[in-house]
């Protein structure tokens, strides 16, 4: 081997072994996430602040990972910035200061960086705004946070300013928020001109693969940045993790689901989304708030028993957990906050031994509607929230799928509701079922719309055009679900009717109303009541494919009724 050659794969081989050490470890368990979004109206920024004090208070309440404020949201950053524009009040240099001490405490920190929200560079650049097909800025009024587009100049200036923080200070990653372009897309000059030169049409289509080269070209310039500088650092952005993000994943060192329950995303959401998430292999993170509502909420704090539930919820997930707080202008961490978070970490550190390393096993997986309904960050779909809720409660493990989803690995999947027979989802569930995999299909899930019948010949019913009557009965076959009271169980959203193709069995059947409710004609106060049991099938199984004439878990998502939970539980055996 020639000297030069022996160097090279030398270096090889160091560089390979740092990336598979840098793979390799873990995520903090226990983290904060420091907000700071300060008007430039508020005096003395940071004048409490003292580093010693700032690292003794998290260590004592077991924090081992922070992340930290370079730039908030109103467009300051927070440490002296020479191309980024300094908070008008700022004491002292906060980033380097928390960087210096966290660092000395063997605290991990990242910082925190805003991207689409920045009200400073909006009001001298309002060029740079989303704008409308009229060209009127896109977003609510003020107060809210005003939207600029990542197509502008703008983004050289993101770079520039990136650039001065990884030149001053070593972190260990860097946490980009609000990462978005308008679903309806943008129509200020740059975006016009982009689409016109790429050959995307002004369709939802073409809008929306242009709203995804913008965001994958910010990601890639940002991480190439970081990465020159610090190339196992952390790299994470925001508002993205959605159905449909796994084309992104290349950029992100790992994934953090922000789903602060009581402050707009409920408490089924991370239960829905670390389901999804956890497919898509990379270490995870769950982060709730400590505040009694959401973000900013000063003077509201959390009781102890819902944020122990949070956190330990993340981890019985494979997540690690992160606790939102927001840092107070004058740069002291507030003593109760810390005493209760320190609370729920020593509770969170007694189980990571139990926590390392983990895999979730999934025996059931559920096709989310987020593969056509349309999902943002903070709202599921009703469909995915009804399973999602439905399958929790039945203390069911199960993951959510996306369409390019193995499905060999579960033992039963359901396709709920209003899936659609995309051809390689119809020809994977075929194999599946082929293989004796066993399915559970409702309501108009795989019908095809050109020939109005189920694309999945499996499933062993005809459709026969639609229902009958608004307010139907579902009643059991005598004998059908052990167990469950054989009576007549009103179905509150409207299912369809169809027949049972020979060889297929039919667990239960309509009753139909006397009539339906309306001006003309109604009985008592609600729904008119049942007339005669029919024949005509709610529920059949022909081998292992259920298949249900009713959007059950919508139902469940609306109307709450148990009986859709209590006949799922015996369906799924
Ligand atoms: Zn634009």
């Known amino acids: 081997m020639q000297r030069r050659t022996f160097l090279l794969s030398t270096v090889t081989a160091v560089a390979s072994s740092r990336l598979a050490a840098a793979a390799a470890k873990e995520l903090p368990f226990r983290q904060i996430h420091l907000d700071f979004h300060t008007s430039e109206h508020i005096p003395d920024i940071g004048a409490d602040f ?80 989303w704008r409308d097909r009229d060209g009127k800025p896109v977003g609510d009024p003020l107060p809210a946070w005003p939207n600029l587009c990542m197509n502008t100049p703008y983004l050289d200036l993101v770079v520039r300013e990136n650039e001065e923080i990884l030149s001053k200070y070593e972190t260990d990653g860097a946490w980009f928020d609000i990462l978005k372009q308008p679903p309806q897309g943008c129509y200020c ?36 940045i970081v990465h020159q500088r610090f190339p196992n650092a952390l790299t994470f952005y925001n508002s993205r993790l959605v159905v449909g993000v796994r084309d992104e994943l290349p950029y992100y060192s790992h994934i953090e689901i922000e789903s602060l329950p009581t402050g707009g995303w409920g408490y089924s959401h991370f239960q829905q989304r670390v389901r999804y998430m956890r497919t898509l292999g990379k270490d995870m993170v769950g982060m709730t708030g400590r505040f009694h509502k959401s973000w900013g909420d000063f003077g509201g704090i959390k009781n102890q028993a819902a944020l122990d539930f949070e ?14 707080d927001q840092l107070h202008p004058r740069g002291r961490l507030d003593a109760v906050t810390y005493n209760r978070i320190g609370r729920t970490y020593a509770k969170v550190e007694a189980l990571e031994p139990w926590c390392r390393g983990t895999a979730a096993v999934a025996d059931i997986g559920v096709v989310s509607t987020a593969v056509v309904a349309s999902e943002t960050t903070q709202k599921i779909t009703p469909v995915d929230q009804g399973f999602t809720n439905m399958l929790v409660e039945l203390h069911q493990q199960f993951n959510v799928l996306d369409l390019d989803e193995d499905l060999a690995r579960y033992k ?6 209003e899936i659609p027979p995309f051809p390689a989802l119809v020809e994977k569930l075929d194999r599946y079922v082929a293989a004796g995999g066993a399915l559970i299909v409702s309501h108009e899930s795989l019908l095809d ?47 369809v009717p169809v027949t049972a193709e020979p060889g297929t069995e039919v667990l239960a059947t309509y009753a139909h109303p006397y009539f339906d409710r309306s001006a003309e004609r109604f009985s008592s106060h609600k729904q008119t009541p049942p007339g005669p049991v029919t024949d005509e099938p709610v529920i059949t199984r022909r081998g292992r494919v259920t298949y249900i004439a009713n959007p059950f878990f919508r139902s469940y998502s609306e109307d709450a009724y148990g009986v859709n939970k209590l006949l799922i539980a015996r369906l799924i055996g």
């Open 189 to 224: 000059a740059w975006c016009r001109k982009d689409r016109a030169e790429l050959g995307l049409a002004e369709t939802p289509a073409g809008i929306r693969r242009h709203n995804k080269t913008v965001a994958m070209r910010v990601e890639k310039r940002l991480n190439g």
């Open 311 to 324: 956190c330990t919820n993340f981890l019985a997930n494979g997540a690690k957990a992160c606790v939102g």
């Open 449 to 495: 719309p050109a020939t109005r019948q189920f694309a999945l010949k499996q499933i062993g019913v005809r459709y026969q055009g639609p229902a009958k009557f608004e307010g139907e009965y579902l009643a059991l076959k005598p004998g059908a679900f052990p167990g469950i009271d054989e009576q007549n169980y009103f179905l509150y959203q409207r299912g």
């Open 50 to 129: 003292d580093g010693a004090e700032f690292a003794a208070t998290l260590k004592k309440a077991r924090v081992n990972s922070i992340n930290v404020f370079a730039k908030c949201h109103h467009g300051w950053s927070y440490y002296d910035a020479k191309v980024g524009r300094p908070h008008p009040h700022l004491k002292k240099d906060l980033l380097g200061e928390m960087v210096k001490h966290c660092r000395a405490n063997a605290i991990d920190i990242n910082y925190y960086y805003s991207l689409v929200w920045d009200v400073d560079v909006a009001r001298r650049h309002p060029e740079w705004l």
């Open 412 to 417: 039963v999947v359901i396709v709920p509701d």
